[in-house]
């Protein structure tokens, strides 16, 4: 061999489809998960002997196939059925009413929406899908504002599946009372993938995106138990792309150990270094966070305000949304007298996590 061989040439690329390491790409076959899908179809099942349908909460941690899962089995009932008409709403996009029957409007194709009120958009809808049977899908259900749009469909649209996917333990609970007790749902619940899974799906996924051998196999391992580490595919896929980068850079036909720690020392670096993504005083917040990792939302703001910090509660409140959507912190709801607070931590995760895990 030549010493040029193991040289990339400049129009080169160690990817045959640089679309299978998009977050939203949906593999041919989404293994592992044969029984959460047969749960999404046992819910629709009734819709193809005309009846109404069942309806799911999927719950699960980021980064385990819950989006994939629905969206596999959406793309196959599309090619079964004229009927039934799949809507997918992600609510961290669409976070309020209007927001949802504005975007409702747009999957019918109805462009009237000027001027008309929430009520209004969701009427013309429903009086659309009740011409056919619908599934929605509602991902990231819990990072809904609102929830009338919900009891508007359940109420209102005749032959239906609602699927409610979700990161939050309690978010069935902490629905409104009118809601629960319509939807009666089903529970699917997505644990994390084991090693052998983790490596399974990468697999799949360098199969899918990369040339062959172009992984060597230290390297692919590297990848495997960072994600399995972490219990998140996503990052998986993420240092699959960023080791590919490393790769290229320096010219290489083969991805190495060095690439995969290139990739992942340069996410690790403080996420509070990464200016793109975050604001100011996000970062300064941010900081008083990770020192006390845990804390109630309103003591973190006592503290944020001694130390000089500007704006009241309410502008704190929407920082603290900010980093949660951004993946720095994991919020979580606790009793405190009649009401509830919101504990605050720190999640130790790599940058921007929400770069990539916004998208679905
Ligand atoms: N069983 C699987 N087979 C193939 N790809 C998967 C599987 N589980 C997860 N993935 C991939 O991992 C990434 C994260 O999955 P996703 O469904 O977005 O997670 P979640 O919605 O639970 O946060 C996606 O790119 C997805 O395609
Ligand atoms: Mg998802």
Redesign the pocket.
């Not at 076959?29 to 998960?33: D, F, G, H, N």
């Given at each position: 061999m030549g010493v040029f061989d193991n040289i990339l040439h400049s129009d080169q690329t160690l990817l045959k489809n640089p679309d299978a390491l998009?977050?939203?790409?949906?593999?041919k076959?989404?293994?592992?998960?044969e029984e959460e899908q047969r749960k999404i179809a046992n819910a629709i099942q009734p819709m193809f002997s005309n009846k109404t349908g069942g309806n799911l909460i999927i719950v699960?941690?980021?980064?385990?196939?819950?989006?994939?899962?629905?969206?596999h089995v959406l793309r196959e009932l599309e090619e079964k059925s004229e009927n039934i008409m799949p809507i997918y709403v992600n609510c961290w996009k669409k976070n309020t009413s209007y927001k949802i029957a504005i975007g409702l409007c747009e999957e019918i194709g109805y462009t009237f929406t000027q001027n008309k009120r929430t009520e209004e958009l969701l009427k013309e809808a429903i009086k659309y899908f009740n011409k056919k049977m619908v599934v929605f899908v509602f991902?990231e259900a819990d990072k809904a504002e609102e929830t009338d749009f919900l009891y508007t469909l359940i109420e209102e649209v005749y032959k239906k599946s609602v699927l409610l996917?979700t990161?939050s333990d309690t978010f069935f609970e902490e629905l409104d009372d009118r809601i629960k007790s319509r939807l009666i749902p089903n529970f699917a619940e997505?644990r994390p993938?084991g090693l052998e899974?983790t490596r399974?799906?990468l697999k799949?996924?360098i199969e899918d995106a990369f040339y062959p051998g172009v992984w060597e196999t230290d390297a692919f391992e590297a990848v495997v138990e960072k994600a399995y580490e972490l219990r998140?595919?996503?990052i998986?896929?993420h240092f699959l792309k960023g080791a590919c980068d490393a790769a290229e850079s320096r010219s290489s036909k083969k991805i190495a150990m060095r690439d995969v720690q290139d990739s992942i020392s340069r996410a690790e670096r403080s996420p509070t270094q990464n200016k793109d993504s975050i604001e100011n005083e996000e970062r300064i917040i941010l900081d008083i966070i990770r020192a006390n990792s845990g804390m109630k939302i309103g003591d973190f703001f006592d503290i944020y305000s001694k130390k000089g910090g500007e704006g009241g509660y309410k502008t704190f409140q929407r920082r603290i949304k900010s980093l949660d959507e951004k993946g720095f912190l994991k919020l979580s709801k606790s009793k405190e007298g009649k009401g509830n607070t919101t504990i605050v931590e720190y999640k130790e995760r790599v940058k921007s996590l929400a770069d990539f895990?916004k998208?679905?």
């Open positions: 998009d977050f939203d790409f949906i593999p076959i989404v293994p592992y998960r699960g941690s980021p980064g385990v196939g819950k989006t994939v899962a629905c969206r991902d996917i990161n997505f993938y899974e399974g799906i799949q996924r998140d595919i996503r998986g896929i895990s998208g679905e």
